[in-house]
C-alpha cells in the first residue's frame, strides 16, 4: 500500500476512535439527587378572583389554596379551623378589595345575623351593613334570632337578641 493511503487510514481510524470515545460519555454516575425537605403547609380560604369593595361574595369568589404554614398568617382562614367558610362567608358584603389569589382573613368580616328559620348565618364586612341588613329583615317581616356586630375601630362589640 502507498504510504499517503497508510497514513489516512491511520488518521481516519485515530478520529474514529475519539469520536466513539467522546459518544460514549464518561463511566462516572451522576450523583443521586439530595431529597428535598418537605414544607409544611395548610389549606388558606383565598379570593378566587378580584373582589370589589362591598361586593357581595359569592362560592365562585373563594377557593381553598396550599400555603406554607411558616408564613400563614393567624388571621388567614384555614380549611382545618373553619372547614365550611366558604358556605359562612357566602353573602358577605367585602368591607375591603381583594385582589384574585389574596388570603381572605377574619377582621374583613365585621357582623353576622342569625335569621329564625334559616340554616346559616348572613356575614356581613361592616357594623353599618350589617345594621342595615337587620333593619331590612325587619321590614321584609324576617325575625333575627342573633346579631353580632364588631366594629373594630372602636373595639366595640354588639352580641343581641333583644336589642333592635
Known amino acids: 500500500m502507498n504510504r499517503a493511503r497508510i497514513v489516512v487510514l491511520a488518521i481516519a481510524i485515530g478520529a474514529g476512535g475519539v ?31 378580584d373582589i370589589g369593595l362591598g361586593q357581595s361574595v359569592k362560592p365562585d369568589d373563594l377557593q381553598w389554596q396550599t400555603w406554607p404554614a411558616a408564613t400563614a398568617s393567624g388571621s388567614f382562614i384555614n380549611r382545618a379551623s373553619k372547614a365550611d367558610a366558604i358556605k359562612e362567608i357566602t353573602g358577605s358584603i367585602a368591607r375591603y378589595p381583594f385582589i384574585a389569589g ?58 343581641a337578641n333583644k336589642a333592635f
Not at 467522546?22 to 403547609?41: I, M, N, W
Not at 317581616?141 to 352580641?159: C, I, N, P, Q
Open 19 to 49: 469520536a466513539a470515545y467522546l459518544a460514549s460519555g464518561s463511566d462516572d454516575k451522576p450523583a443521586p439527587a439530595q431529597p428535598v425537605a418537605q414544607l409544611q403547609t395548610v389549606d388558606i380560604l383565598v379570593a378566587k378572583s
Open 102 to 159: 389574596e388570603p381572605i382573613r377574619e377582621p374583613k368580616l365585621a357582623g353576622q345575623i342569625w335569621v329564625a328559620g334559616e340554616p346559616k348565618v348572613r356575614a356581613y364586612a361592616t357594623p353599618k351593613s350589617t345594621l342595615a341588613a337587620i333593619a331590612e329583615l325587619a321590614r321584609a317581616g324576617k325575625k333575627v334570632r342573633v346579631a353580632f356586630v364588631h366594629d373594630r375601630e372602636s373595639g366595640l362589640e354588639l352580641f
